[in-house]
């Protein structure tokens, strides 16, 4: 039926029609507060629209949020993703909000990561989603998709520590090799107090300090070092303790290596070894061969375009 020109929709047909119409996809750019294990935790999302996979970012450290760079390696991410930043419990603006009721631990972060991981899954509808984890942050992934590989699309270590006293022990002797080849008698003397597993927060900064001089870097200072051991030192030695070759032989998600040629902070020849032995449904490793351990930084356009990559055709 017909009148003045238009047709006539039935009432209920106009209702089901505007019910079942497609959102339509829009830009997202929030910062927010959201709860996770029972505290207050700070995420940034960002993404060209909101429509596409989601893509969740866990930082290393631990403690060492990223959101005020992040730009720098996830900006052309963000045209293919929802990109997720997370402060972790007692970092960044997550650490201003709230303390932990609780000692920070594997266990604890780990659920928070889980808990992350399904927020957002739920947020945007998803069943699966991305995550990507450098340094301590792809130990933690690795630890999720043990957990949860049902949630995820795939997981994505970069430098991830994977048998860290190990990695420790390896990079102590090439650096004592270094020192007494190059007769460095500073470095040879403060080397000789190091002992792996590092017993005091001290033993970590002499271990950094010259791994980043014999890259020809500049070391962080003592009293950073020693500030940070103050919250995260038993977290670190707790994590280092875990050898992944071990604990987690196998993953039931497609696993992703992103590594650094020049890594002795996260040994890259152990990761390439456990690579090698893990099985997984899908596996494969990119090497980094520009770069040592923060290689998303160093290499951040190779970095992004992998990972854009990775999205099916």
Same mark, same amino acid.
């Given at each position: 039926?017909?009148?003045?020109?238009?047709?006539? &929709?039935?009432?209920?047909?106009t209702v089901w029609l505007s019910v079942s119409a497609? #959102?339509?996809?829009?830009? +997202?750019?929030?910062?927010?507060?959201?709860? +996770?294990?029972? &505290?207050?935790?700070?995420?940034?999302?960002?993404?060209?629209?909101?429509?596409?996979? @989601?893509?969740?970012?866990l930082h290393g450290g631990p403690g060492n949020s990223v959101m005020g760079y992040a730009e720098k390696f996830t900006r052309k991410l963000q045209r293919h993703f929802v990109v997720v930043q997370w402060d972790q419990r007692e970092s960044g603006k997550t650490a201003r909000l709230n303390s932990s009721p609780v000692p920070v631990s594997v266990s604890v972060m780990e659920s928070d990561a889980s808990e992350m991981v399904d927020? #957002?899954?739920?947020?945007?509808?998803?069943?699966?989603?991305?995550?990507?984890?450098?340094?301590?942050?792809? /130990?933690?992934?690795?630890? @999720?998709?043990?957990?949860?590989p049902e949630w995820l699309s795939a997981c994505v270590a970069v430098a991830p520590m994977i048998q860290q006293w190990e990695s420790e022990?390896?990079?102590?002797?090439?650096?004592?090799?270094?020192?007494?080849?190059?007769?460095?008698?500073?470095? +040879?003397?403060?080397?000789?107090?190091?002992? @792996?597993? /590092?017993?005091a927060p001290d033993e970590l900064y002499l271990h950094r300090k010259w791994l980043a001089i014999f890259a020809g870097k500049d070391p962080v200072s003592r009293a950073y070092v020693?500030?940070?051991?103050?919250?995260? /030192?038993?977290?670190?030695?707790?994590?280092?303790? &875990?050898?992944?070759?071990?604990?987690?032989?196998?993953?039931?998600?497609?696993?992703?290596?992103?590594?650094?040629?020049?890594?002795?902070?996260?040994?890259?020849?152990?990761?390439?070894?456990?690579?090698?032995? @893990?099985?997984?449904?899908?596996?494969?490793? +990119?090497w980094f061969t520009n770069s040592g351990h923060s290689l998303n930084l160093t290499e951040p356009i190779k970095f992004q375009d992998t990972l854009i990559g990775l999205l099916p055709n």
């Open positions: 039926m017909t009148g003045g020109g238009r047709p006539y &929709i039935p009432l209920l047909l497609p #959102l339509q996809a829009k830009p +997202i750019d929030v910062a927010e507060a959201v709860t +996770i294990g029972n &505290i207050k935790q700070w995420i940034q999302i960002r993404g060209a629209q909101d429509t596409l996979p @989601v893509l969740l970012f927020y #957002l899954r739920k947020r945007f509808g998803r069943d699966k989603i991305f995550i990507v984890g450098h340094s301590w942050g792809g /130990f933690l992934a690795l630890r @999720v998709a043990d957990l949860h022990r390896q990079t102590l002797a090439w650096l004592q090799e270094k020192a007494t080849q190059g007769n460095k008698e500073e470095a +040879i003397r403060e080397l000789s107090q190091v002992k @792996v597993p /590092f017993q020693l500030k940070w051991s103050e919250k995260w /030192f038993a977290l670190y030695r707790e994590a280092c303790g &875990i050898n992944l070759f071990e604990t987690l032989p196998k993953l039931h998600c497609p696993v992703y290596f992103f590594v650094g040629r020049e890594d002795r902070q996260a040994s890259s020849t152990i990761t390439e070894a456990y690579y090698r032995s @893990v099985m997984a449904q899908k596996k494969e490793l +990119i």
